[in-house]
């Protein structure tokens, strides 16, 4: 698979805590797209984690985008695409660091919106994915 991250000259880089947090642009040559749902903080019992704590929740949320790729076989390193969404933007941006953790790696082009509610009221961020590979 080819695969080229690109920053235009035209457009500004987001930067939070020293991290450019996404790609503009990513091009893939490749044969096999992944699709995953929005993914909360739930751990494989459905409980939710990290009641009231987003640190917690990305972190989670990072475990199970993590799990559901690699469950297509493919890695947080191929991930082209996230959509998240959040409680709290202001509260997101002073946990980037965890993000980096899972999709530093692959830099992907990203989305963020803040919503005034997600499918639980305890959920504070929700993440989906899109993965391509060979």
């Known amino acids: 698979m080819k695969r080229q991250n690109i920053q235009p000259e035209a457009l500004a880089k987001r930067i939070v805590g020293g991290h450019v947090v996404y790609s503009h642009v990513v091009v893939v040559e490749g044969r096999r797209m992944i699709f995953i749902s929005g993914q909360v903080a739930r751990d494989r019992q459905g409980n939710v984690v990290g009641k009231g704590d987003m640190r917690a929740q990305l972190r989670q949320v990072g475990e199970n985008v993590k799990a559901a790729v690699e469950a297509a076989g493919a890695t947080l390193g191929d991930l082209v695409k996230t959509n998240t969404y959040v409680t709290d933007m202001e509260e997101f941006f ?41």
Do not use: C, N
Request: glycine share 2%; proline share 5%.
């Open 94 to 134: 002073k946990h980037v660091d965890v993000r980096m953790e899972y999709f530093g790696a692959a830099l992907p082009t990203s989305t963020t919106v803040e919503v005034s509610k997600l499918a639980h009221p305890d959920f504070m961020v929700e993440v989906e994915a899109i993965a391509v590979v060979d």
